[in-house]
């Protein structure tokens, strides 16, 4: 009877059906969405309500007024709306970069650094090892600081930073937009730009045409602004969010040009230092819209086998149960569900998230202090991404 009741059953899932961060699923988890994915709905209709309206009122123009003028415009307004929903769609529904986590802090053995090292203590669930909050790396010859993530239980890669809202570490962290209900990450920051830079031009095309139209009509200013209501609501729509939506624009061309992510000029990290990630403002703006997006680090759509001594898995309690795993399994290879990769190398050795494989911690902040020179790994050509 004890037996039985102490066996273990594996359960396949889908990985983001386990997945502990506080994001949402579609499609059997080809969308990815953060937990006020809600706020699409609205995003949606303050962009398709107005250019509905516009577009309705230039097809009525069409058929009542000079075809050869009023075509044109439907057609380019129309054009700008496709292309701001498809970018919306593609920054909003899409992973940003998530860093897969550990389900478990590396034991002694995997320290990549002296377990010696005197330092605070982490979190409770790391109260065995003495890890050092931050590690000095070099890049292009800059000493820039890495953190650990009590949540993910890893050091973090440059730039990168743990989402708060969504709990999960991103790559290039710039910020979270509840606009699109997302992380704006390395892998949807280029679509973020053309999104918010469509969406001002809209709002500019809108605001145009809304004013040639009622400048069109006959009369004085007044008479013809009520005789053309609905222009005249237009304009003073997309009068009022230009300055929103283009202001965001311009703000962010200036954080592309210098290399730089929202993150880091809020906190000011480069008014007393230099940037070590700034290549040149046509090198800054190549790297957003000409170098290629990297592939997902994670495949929520993957099968796991979930290990339960019970039976059975509580849905609501998925983050509970991951954290206190270290490891489950996919045939006959041992499987952190949410590092993504085997935990043993070729060697019997257990690995560390492939993208912090090549850095070196071997030097801590105390070790620094002691010797009084800079420590860690060097990366003179570390790409600014």
């Given at each position: 009877?004890a037996a039985s009741?102490?066996?273990?059953?594996s359960?396949p899932?889908?990985?983001?059906?386990?997945?502990?961060?506080?994001?949402k699923?579609?499609?059997?988890?080809?969308?990815?969405?953060?937990p006020?994915g809600?706020?699409?709905y609205?995003t949606?209709?303050?962009i398709?309500?107005?250019?509905l309206?516009?577009?309705?009122?230039?097809?009525y123009?069409i058929?009542?007024?000079?075809?050869?003028f009023?075509?044109?415009?439907?057609?380019?307004?129309l054009i700008?709306?496709?292309l701001?929903?498809?970018?919306?769609?593609?920054?909003?529904?899409r992973?940003?970069g998530?860093?897969?986590?550990?389900?478990?802090?590396?034991p002694?053995?995997d320290?990549p650094?002296e377990?010696s090292?005197?330092s605070?203590w982490v979190?409770?669930?790391t109260?065995?090892?003495k890890l050092?909050?931050?590690?000095?790396i070099?890049?292009?010859?800059?000493?820039?600081?890495i953190?650990?993530?009590d949540?993910c239980?890893?050091?973090?890669?440059?730039?990168?930073?743990?989402?708060s809202?969504?709990?999960?570490?991103?790559?290039k962290?710039?910020?979270?937009?509840?606009?699109v209900?997302?992380?704006?990450?390395l892998?949807?920051?280029?679509?973020?730009?053309?999104?918010?830079?469509s969406?001002?031009?809209?709002c500019?095309?809108?605001f145009?045409?809304s004013c040639?139209?009622v400048?069109?009509?006959?009369g004085?200013?007044?008479?013809?602004?009520?005789?053309?209501f609905?222009s005249?609501?237009l304009?003073?729509y997309c009068?009022?969010?230009?300055w929103f939506?283009g202001?965001?624009?311009v703000f962010?061309?200036?954080?592309?040009?210098?290399?730089?992510?929202t993150?880091?000029?809020f906190r000011?990290?480069?008014?007393?230092?230099k940037?070590?990630?700034?290549?040149?403002?046509?090198n800054?703006v190549?790297?957003v819209?000409?170098?290629?997006?990297?592939p997902s680090?994670l495949?929520f759509?993957?099968?796991?086998?979930v290990?339960?001594e019970m039976?059975?898995?509580d849905s609501t309690?998925?983050g509970?149960?991951l954290?206190s795993?270290?490891g489950?399994?996919i045939?006959?290879?041992?499987y952190?569900?949410?590092?993504?990769s085997n935990?043993?190398?070729?060697?019997?050795?257990?690995?560390?998230?492939?993208?912090?494989?090549?850095?070196?911690y071997?030097?801590?902040?105390d070790?620094l202090?002691k010797k009084?020179v800079?420590?860690?790994?060097?990366?003179?050509n570390y790409p600014?991404n």
């Amino acid at each position: 009877m004890a037996a039985s009741e102490n066996a273990i059953t594996s359960k396949p899932r889908r990985l983001y059906q386990v997945w502990s961060g506080n994001n949402k699923f579609g499609c059997g988890g080809r969308i990815i969405l953060g937990p006020d994915g809600s706020s699409l709905y609205l995003t949606v209709f303050l962009i398709g309500c107005p250019a509905l309206i516009f577009c309705t009122k230039m097809l009525y123009m069409i058929d009542n007024g000079n075809p050869h003028f009023e075509t044109p415009i439907f057609i380019i307004g129309l054009i700008l709306t496709i292309l701001d929903f498809i970018f919306l769609s593609l920054t909003s529904l899409r992973d940003p970069g998530i860093i897969p986590r550990n389900s478990q802090p590396p034991p002694d053995s995997d320290l990549p650094y002296e377990s010696s090292v005197h330092s605070d203590w982490v979190s409770q669930r790391t109260s065995s090892l003495k890890l050092p909050r931050t590690k000095d790396i070099f890049i292009n010859g800059h000493s820039v600081k890495i953190k650990f993530c009590d949540t993910c239980l890893l050091y973090r890669p440059p730039r990168a930073s743990h989402c708060s809202i969504c709990n999960n570490c991103v790559q290039k962290f710039d910020h979270h937009c509840p606009w699109v209900g997302q992380c704006i990450g390395l892998r949807n920051y280029p679509f973020f730009i053309c999104f918010i830079s469509s969406s001002t031009l809209l709002c500019i095309y809108v605001f145009t045409f809304s004013c040639i139209n009622v400048a069109r009509q006959d009369g004085n200013f007044w008479n013809a602004m009520s005789s053309d209501f609905t222009s005249v609501v237009l304009i003073i729509y997309c009068f009022i969010a230009v300055w929103f939506v283009g202001g965001l624009t311009v703000f962010h061309f200036y954080l592309m040009c210098t290399n730089q992510t929202t993150y880091e000029n809020f906190r000011y990290r480069y008014d007393k230092k230099k940037n070590p990630f700034r290549k040149g403002v046509v090198n800054n703006v190549m790297d957003v819209f000409c170098k290629r997006i990297p592939p997902s680090m994670l495949k929520f759509r993957q099968w796991v086998i979930v290990q339960d001594e019970m039976g059975s898995i509580d849905s609501t309690n998925r983050g509970d149960y991951l954290g206190s795993h270290r490891g489950d399994y996919i045939g006959s290879h041992k499987y952190d569900l949410e590092m993504g990769s085997n935990k043993f190398g070729k060697n019997g050795s257990k690995q560390f998230p492939m993208i912090m494989e090549n850095l070196d911690y071997s030097c801590s902040d105390d070790d620094l202090k002691k010797k009084k020179v800079g420590g860690g790994t060097k990366f003179p050509n570390y790409p600014s991404n």
